[in-house]
């Protein structure tokens, strides 16, 4: 009799062990599912993980250019890193040359119709910049072929 | 494509030690945004391209081909260009995809599933030539605003669909129908729900043509996320941007439509020719249509040092919008005298056509060869940049390549 209770009580708590290890699952698995949504969909791509940069390889600066961002170092670029990188890439601007006038349009038409913030006393800083670090270059009606690989064609 | 993973270990704070610098407006960042320094996403295997690709842009992505990339007949999607205007659509399930078509001149609305539009209507597959509206932007001067295209902003894939005429057919169309504009699932670069990064359209007679499709393959198979999966709409021979990716939506108009990027300088040119850096008001741009005739050499690749006595053979494809090309010319003394190349006939209507010749050089030295198109009524593409205009549109300049014989 005796020995029957005490394979009652271990049996239940082997039954109680198991009920609580896999509530702590269920527990834990919604807690993982809060964070990943998109944990039981077969096509998620798993992204790589950011690797986190320092302070000093931010700030990198070689032969003028601004590692991280591709911008010119000059005064004022982290305004344009602030203001200009939150919707398009930095590479929209570094790829374009444009006069003061043809910045202020540009940011007046994004203001106008791209949901651009008030840039405030900002904006005069932030065209300056642009209008001497991405000024317009002459290149006439043709150029000529640049950057050629010279390759033995077999 | 979902950020979630990653913002949700990404406090603003985080983001602002990680950058070095407290991040201005924060609280205006959409909410699943990666600052750019802390994005690394690899297009190349994102998108399945080859990595001889160029990125002009990687928000929102924009990629390029280089002359010698696009040498296949039909282009591969390792090859094909990217233009993105808005963020890509994160989630896309085709088992709930639907089309919906409206507008003033429709005569009711209809939904169609993908297997609606799959099993209702009869399948067709073209060849068709995507050119960038933009392509060759980077050569204008004074420079005109936008992603700095150079020459690789074209391709011409098999895409296999159903026909668009077929659909408006099925949903009714009104007499005082004159134009549709599509609906699509990306979204705009701000976050702004309520803004569509671009929604353009074409006249209902090119929406009429047989080889207007609403595709959902690609050379074969499924179209790429990039390319605009599950249902691209597809207007060959004219501004891509106006062939739809992740369609959603067809409104048939009886306006010219008057979505996001039909308006203003966006995919329009001075109605008459202006001077260089002029300003034009807006009243004065005209949306372009057809695109112009174009050639490009795709072999060999420009750099090339050949031995003396050695023949080059050279290939390439030439195109004209809604045209066909009639003839392909080469020069490799900058224009002074011109040979025809041999020109084949396209793959069908609004497909690119593939020219070659081979060449005998008179001597060593630095050569440059040339390659001129002329279409069908007798317009060939000018040896300088043609017409400038705001936006840097429509530049079919002739394409050349270096060549010394050694």
């Known amino acids: 009799m005796e020995n029957n209770f005490d394979k009652q009580i271990k049996a239940l708590a082997r039954m109680l062990s198991a009920f609580f290890g896999l509530l702590l699952v269920l527990v834990g698995g919604l807690f993982y599912l809060k964070e990943h949504p998109n944990a039981f969909e077969k096509n998620s791509v798993p992204e790589p993980l950011p690797v986190a940069l320092t302070k000093e390889d931010y700030d990198k600066v070689e032969d003028g250019i ?58 005069e800083k932030i065209i300056a910049y642009l209008a001497k670090n991405y000024a317009p270059n002459q290149k006439g009606r043709r150029q000529n072929l640049s950057d050629i690989e010279w390759y033995e064609l077999k | 494509m979902d950020r979630r993973h990653f913002t949700a270990r990404l406090t603003l704070a985080g983001m602002a030690t990680a950058l070095g610098a407290p991040i201005v407006f924060a609280h205006k960042l959409p909410k699943d945004y990666l600052p750019l320094a802390l994005q690394d996403n690899d297009p190349f295997t994102l998108f399945t391209k080859d990595k001889e690709m160029v990125v002009l842009n990687d928000r929102p992505w924009n990629m390029e081909a280089k002359a010698h990339l696009l040498n296949d007949r039909i282009t591969p999607n390792k090859y094909m260009f ?197 300003k034009v008001d807006e009243k004065d741009m005209c949306i372009i249509e057809s695109m112009p005739v174009k050639s490009l050499l795709t072999y060999p690749k420009s750099g090339a040092l050949l031995k003396k006595g050695k023949n080059l053979n050279i290939n390439g494809h030439a195109w004209a919008g809604e045209l066909a090309v009639s003839k392909v010319s080469y020069s490799i003394d900058f224009g002074s005298t011109w040979q025809e190349c041999q020109l084949e006939a396209p793959a069908n209507r609004l497909a690119w056509q593939h020219f070659n010749a081979t060449i005998a050089f008179p001597k060593k030295g630095y050569y440059e060869i040339w390659a001129q198109a002329t279409d069908s009524n007798g317009i060939a593409q000018p040896m300088v940049l043609p017409g400038w205009n705001p936006k840097g549109y429509l530049n079919n300049a002739c394409h050349r390549i270096a060549v010394k014989v050694v």
């Open chain 1, 66 to 123: 601004h590692i991280a961002t591709g911008f010119v170092d000059d005064t004022h670029m982290q305004l344009v890193v602030q203001n200009c990188t939150s919707c398009h890439s930095a590479k929209l601007v570094t790829q374009n040359r444009m006069s003061e006038a043809g910045w202020t349009a540009t940011i007046k038409w994004m203001q106008e119709t791209q949901n651009l913030w008030d840039l405030g006393p900002n904006e």
């Open chain 2, 82 to 278: 990217i233009r993105n205007n808005g963020r890509i659509p994160e989630t896309i399930d085709t088992n709930t995809w639907t089309l919906t078509v409206d507008g003033e001149s429709a005569v009711g609305t209809k939904t169609y599933s993908l297997k609606d539009l799959k099993t209702k209507f009869k399948h067709h597959t073209y060849q068709l030539t995507l050119e960038c509206g933009g392509n060759g932007r980077s050569e204008f001067n004074p420079p005109a605003k936008g992603n700095q295209w150079t020459v690789g902003a074209v391709s011409c894939a098999n895409w296999t669909g159903i026909r668009l005429s077929d659909v408006l057919k099925d949903v009714g169309v009104k007499a005082d129908a004159v134009y549709i504009g599509y609906h699509a699932a990306d979204t705009h670069l701000s976050g702004d729900p309520k803004k569509e990064p671009i929604s353009r359209g074409v006249p209902l007679a090119k929406a009429m043509q047989e080889e207007t499709l609403l595709a959902f393959k690609m050379n074969g198979e499924d179209i790429p996320l990039a390319h605009g999966h599950p249902l691209r709409l597809v207007c060959g021979g004219w501004p891509a941007s106006t062939s739809g990716k992740w369609l959603n939506g067809i409104s048939i108009r009886n306006q010219v439509h008057d979505g996001a990027k039909m308006g203003g300088s966006s995919y329009r040119v001075p109605c008459e020719t202006v001077s260089p850096g002029s």
